[in-house]
């Protein structure tokens, strides 16, 4: 197959194609310099590197109801809220089905990679596990010990499973217990996360102490806060449709003037179907209304680029040969491929590589 019209990858984003031989980039360059002689099938639109969804919870995903009125502890809170009385009461069977169905909506709309903060302790990690089964993501799971003080073998046994911890935030969370499970990650070799300045502003001095690989949120921070965050070369999660539903908003723009190095993810299942090509409109769009518009590339970024270094696996978000992993090809104009992957993306306009229609 040939693709002509744009590519978008670490490089930027400009005109040119790309050849494939099944998945397999072979070749890419100026449009009409190709070596295919026109023997190839050919399809006009832009190739990208498959997104990830760089923050979920998708233990919740079988609550299928509108979500409860209310202040954030109300509804995802613990250990009262909606969530954690519906991860309480409801058998492990429907849970799983739950997390499955929203797994296999992103695999069949071209999401690869997927991190989770997954509660319910060891219990919770293994029925991600099974739920995930053999679907083509890059699922990451960041466990939740559940005893405190920390039980240093319930931590080991969370990471022999796990891929690292992810805390509800620092403010519910002392500093020597989390510097416990920070310690326990890096001698693992695992990841260390959390959320922080969601409801409230939080002191950076907190949040960042010990040092964190990833955030969740800072809708309350202010600039200085994201400095300091992008200072420390933290990345950040951001999920704007969950966080409308409590009448807040991520300051994206603030997020691209500070050089955060921004990821984009869907949040609770419960709150939203974990499309990111829903959430990629939603934050451009929403950032419009609020006079605080922020750029397509910075988005693209967020949902197909930056994800993967974070993920360990750099190469898949450049498109040249030899730098293998997931793409995407959306039969869409070229003309502005940023905007074009921000707002008017879904999951009707890809094409499969080794498909000869749209999926």
Not at 105 to 127: K, Y
Request: glycine share 10%; net charge neutral.
């Amino acid at each position: 197959m040939l693709v002509e019209g744009a590519i978008v990858d670490l490089d930027g984003a400009r005109p040119g194609y790309v050849r494939l031989r099944g998945t397999q980039v072979v070749e890419t360059g100026q449009i009409g310099t190709d070596s295919s002689h026109g023997t190839e099938r050919r399809v006009h639109g832009i190739v990208v590197p498959a997104p990830v969804n760089s923050h979920t919870h998708l233990g919740d995903s079988g609550f299928q109801r509108e979500p409860p009125r209310g202040r954030l502890a109300e509804v995802v809170g613990a250990p009262g809220g909606a969530k954690f009385r519906y991860l309480s009461e409801t058998k492990a069977r429907a849970k799983a089905a739950g997390a499955r169905e929203a797994l296999r909506r992103m695999a069949r709309e071209g999401t690869a990679g997927v991190i989770d903060f997954r509660e319910e302790g060891l219990a919770g990690v293994r029925l991600l596990r099974r739920a995930a089964g053999k679907l083509p993501l890059d699922l990451r799971i960041l466990g939740r010990p559940l005893r405190r003080p920390i039980d240093p073998a319930e931590l080991g046994a969370l990471l022999d499973i796990s891929d690292g911890v992810g805390l509800s935030s620092a403010r519910e969370e002392d500093r020597e217990t989390r510097r416990a499970i920070a310690s326990a990650c890096r001698e693992r070799g695992k990841r260390y996360a959390l959320h922080a300045s969601e409801e409230s502003r939080e002191d950076p001095a907190e949040f960042l102490d010990p040092h964190p690989d990833l955030l969740v949120h800072l809708l309350s921070a202010t600039e200085e806060d994201l400095g300091a965050v992008a200072r420390e070369g933290v990345p950040v999660a951001v999920c704007p449709r969950s966080n409308a539903l409590f009448g807040q908003a991520p300051d994206l723009a603030a997020f691209e003037r500070s050089g955060v190095t921004t990821l984009l993810g869907t949040d609770n299942g419960m709150l939203n179907a974990p499309s990111l090509f829903r959430e990629l409109e939603f934050a451009y769009v929403s950032q419009r209304l609020r006079h605080r518009g922020v750029s397509p590339g910075f988005l693209v970024k967020a949902a197909f680029l930056s994800p993967w270094a974070w993920l360990g696996r750099p190469e898949v978000a450049r498109v040249a040969p030899g730098h293998d992993g997931p793409k995407l090809i959306f039969r869409l104009p070229a003309d502005d491929p940023e905007y074009a992957l921000v707002a008017r993306a879904t999951e009707q306009l890809i094409v499969r590589p080794e498909s000869p229609r749209p999926a």
